[in-house]
């Protein structure tokens, strides 16, 4: 058995993770972000944990967040009562929801109802928070408003421009039982292809996570990137705001200190040499659908 613990946000991280997962001679340990959780209708919602469970089951939408085969007469029903349901959640989506509100609110924590969350699903590999604690995402933008995640990206839809981020509750932020062990335990750590500063940093803003991640001999990450820009969201456009430059030199600087290894696509190949000490490899990196994600498991494992 190999161990790998993969850090990740939502979409790109649950391809990857999806690929891992599949993989008999692979003991995998999903490590997510919870920067962008939030309430919605009192519901404690935490997109990344959702899209990874939900894509680990093989059961994710058709645009990498929520269900397949959704409905949304609960959401629609909403509006009845005045209430703002342009954060869309699908019927059974909110059955998750139901459930983890009310395990936390008997007194769970975030970890405990992950895990009968995966178990509800039959998932194979660990799904771990990356804290228990609250930790939370905020954008300043370049016109001096500091906005939540639900705020940049939900409302007005990524189109400000990003001066600086910041991680509210770090400071006081443990990692989730389980992060540690993981990371030290791991043969290899992989850094999904997700937003490195708005999916990832917030994982690594808890300080005993960046520690065993700047101790682990072998730390890989796969650019979220294809052809220089990101599938879908403002990976690209978040990192040149914050100043790393673009492409595949501006995810080896989201990561600077903490990668060996970055894996890039194809269409990036001409990247595939040294940057800043860090090796460079060219692999197809587009994984939405699951025989893709397998081989590229495969690959980063042969590395
Ligand atoms: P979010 O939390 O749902 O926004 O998801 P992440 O931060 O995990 O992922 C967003 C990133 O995933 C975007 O920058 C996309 O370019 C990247 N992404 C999505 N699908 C793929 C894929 O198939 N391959 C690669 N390399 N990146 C992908
Ligand atoms: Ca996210």
Known sequence: MTRVVELSGGVGGARLGRGLDSLDDVDLTVVVNVGDDLPIHGLYVSPDLDTMVYTLAGIEGPHGWGRADDTFIANTELARFGVDNRFQLGDLDLALKIYRSHGLAQGHTLTEVTDSVRAGFAIRSTVLPASDDPVRT??????????????????????????????????????????????????????????????????????????????????????????????????????????????????????????????????????????????????????????NAATLARAILSL
Do not use: C
């Not at 990003?162 to 989730?176: I, P, Q, R, S, T």
């Not at 030290?184 to 937003?195: C, E, Q, R, Y």
């Not at 005993?208 to 990976?235: D, F, N, T």
């Open 138 to 291: 905020m954008i300043t933008t370049t016109d001096g408003s500091r906005l939540t995640f639900r705020e940049y990206f939900v409302d007005r839809g990524h189109r400000d421009h990003v001066k600086k981020l910041d991680f509210e509750g770090d400071a006081d932020a443990n990692a989730a039982p389980g992060v540690i062990e993981a990371i030290d335990g791991a043969d290899l750590l992989v850094i999904g292809p997700s937003n490195p500063p708005l999916s990832i940093w917030p994982i690594l803003a808890i300080e005993s996570i960046a520690q065993a991640v700047r101790r682990h001999p072998h730390v890989m990450a796969v650019s979220p990137l294809i052809g220089g820009r990101a599938l879908k969201g403002p990976a690209d456009v978040v990192m040149a705001d914050l100043g790393l430059g673009s492409g595949s030199s501006a995810v080896v600087a989201s990561y600077r200190g903490l990668i060996d290894t970055l894996v890039v696509d194809i269409t990036d190949s001409d990247d595939a040499r040294d940057i800043d000490g860090v090796n460079v490899v060219a692999l197809e990196t587009r994984i939405a659908d699951r025989s």
